[in-house]
């Protein structure tokens, strides 16, 4: 594959995934035709969700609820953000991990506090466990079936998500201004192709640290084609 080649793919948004041979990357681009769209239904939603993205063979739709049909935005949140959203878990599917998929996804909200705090939950496990102890801890605390302290403790982990929240908004935050700086104003674009453990290797070092990283990886597709695409 030329030069030409993997800018005209990174364009499109295309790149190697954490762990893809090179291999693997070209008969993934040729085989499948890489479509995204979306469409309107409850059919594959959970009770609480606003959308959700389905995922075969390459192709993505993603499935907004029909409120959107009837309103612009609900809670402030319009069908352009999810849009982005879920078009970032679509770009990072073959990326492992969960620490910073969510707060990347919303990094592109034009709600502060939604750029911040969106990634509060990092898993349905989660967004679950805090509903159902939301409901049942202070219901038992009124029964006197638990003690004060176990509110107390439930709240603890509310502020912990929360900070949790915080740190990881503001290490990708920090990371992305040094990428601008070194790739032209594309911070962005870059981390969607970093996986999890570079995003955390990266995030605190200086930019002369983080372009030496790049210069010697440059053997690996993925990296091969920021350097061609981004850096001027």
């Not at 991990?97 to 989660?126: C, D, H, Q, V």
Request: glycine letters at 4%; proline letters at 2%.
């Amino acid at each position: 594959m030329t030069d030409k080649e993997l800018i005209d793919l990174s364009n499109l948004d295309l790149f190697p995934f954490e762990k893809e041979t090179d291999e693997e990357f070209f008969e993934r681009i040729n085989q499948t035709s890489q479509r995204f769209s979306f469409c309107y239904s409850k059919k594959n939603l959970r009770f609480y969700e606003l959308a959700c993205t389905l995922i075969d063979e390459g192709n993505a739709v993603v499935e907004l609820n029909p409120i959107f049909l009837k309103q612009k935005s609900f809670l402030g949140v319009t069908v352009e953000e999810i849009i982005d959203h879920e078009k970032v878990h679509f770009h990072r599917r073959g990326f492992r991990g969960n620490k910073f998929e969510e707060s990347l996804a919303y990094y592109l909200s034009k709600s502060r506090f939604r750029k911040i705090f969106g990634a509060y939950f990092r898993t349905p496990y989660e967004s679950l466990s805090v509903l159902i102890g939301s409901l049942v801890i202070p219901f038992c605390s009124w029964l006197d079936f638990f003690s004060s302290e176990s509110l107390i403790l439930f709240v603890f982990l509310l502020i912990i998500l929360g900070v949790r929240s915080v740190v990881t908004f503001f290490r990708i935050q920090s990371l992305i201004k040094k990428l601008d700086l070194l790739f032209n104003q594309n911070g962005f674009k870059i981390i969607l192709r970093l996986s999890e453990k570079e995003i955390l290797m990266l995030h605190d070092k200086t930019q002369h640290q983080i372009k030496r990283f790049f210069e010697e990886n440059r053997n690996l597709l993925r990296v091969k084609q920021i350097l061609l695409a981004f850096l001027k």
